[in-house]
């Protein structure tokens, strides 16, 4: 599949319809308004592994980031410093079984991810989002407020699960959209196919290799 040269920007405001997340196409670039929460490791296992999933309105919040964010007390208050995504990969295991179960409709994190995860979002109709490169402690200016977190005292700051109120947050890549494609996949096979044109222009062989074992 050819990605458009011309990507659109598109603003979306949580909880996500189904509708929305249909019309994403691979190369989007997203902002999101509204709430979402953030999960890792410990959260997946508690909701996927143990079926305890945090107490949180997942029809409302229905977009997870993959993401320890980092955040200093001031007033009384929650205030964001910086939102870095984590590698999605890491959470393969669990996620094609969150999303049937919490009914996700977005997930945004660092790289992309597998095979069963890109089934299951075009199932249920889900996408995942990938970061642009914009930096942590910008996001972080995007949060409007802390709705809520879970797991603090147990876990910290870094596992817990953060409930949170974004304005305009992004932009972010849609990498899989919801009809199970993948954007890093495509530009995978996009590179092979002008390689071996390339190869062929120049007489090189097909299993030529640029380095040898000694």
Request: net charge neutral.
């Amino acid at each position: 599949m050819e990605i458009p040269l011309k990507q659109r920007t598109i603003h979306l405001r949580t909880p996500l319809t189904e509708a929305d997340v249909r019309n994403l196409q691979l190369g989007d670039h997203v902002h999101l308004s509204g709430p979402f929460f953030t999960g890792r490791s410990k959260f997946h296992i508690r909701a996927v592994e143990e079926g305890k999933p945090h107490p949180i309105d997942y029809a409302t919040a229905n977009v997870l980031m993959h993401i320890g964010p980092v955040f200093k007390r001031e007033n009384e208050q929650w205030i964001p410093v910086g939102l870095d995504q984590t590698s999605s990969f890491r959470f393969e295991k669990w996620e094609p079984e969150l999303i049937r179960r919490l009914r996700l409709r977005g997930i945004i994190g660092k790289t992309t991810m597998g095979l069963r995860t890109m089934e299951m979002m075009r199932d249920v109709g889900c996408v995942h989002l990938t970061r642009v490169g914009v930096p942590g402690n910008l996001l972080a200016k995007r949060i409007r407020s802390v709705i809520g977190v879970y797991g603090l005292e147990e876990f910290g700051m870094t596992e817990a699960t953060w409930v949170l109120e974004a304005d305009n947050l992004g932009p972010f890549i849609v990498d899989i959209d919801s009809q199970g494609q993948n954007l890093f996949h495509c530009l995978k096979e996009g590179v092979a196919l002008k390689m071996k044109a390339l190869y062929q222009r120049f007489g090189i062989p097909e299993d030529f290799k640029y380095s040898q074992d000694a």
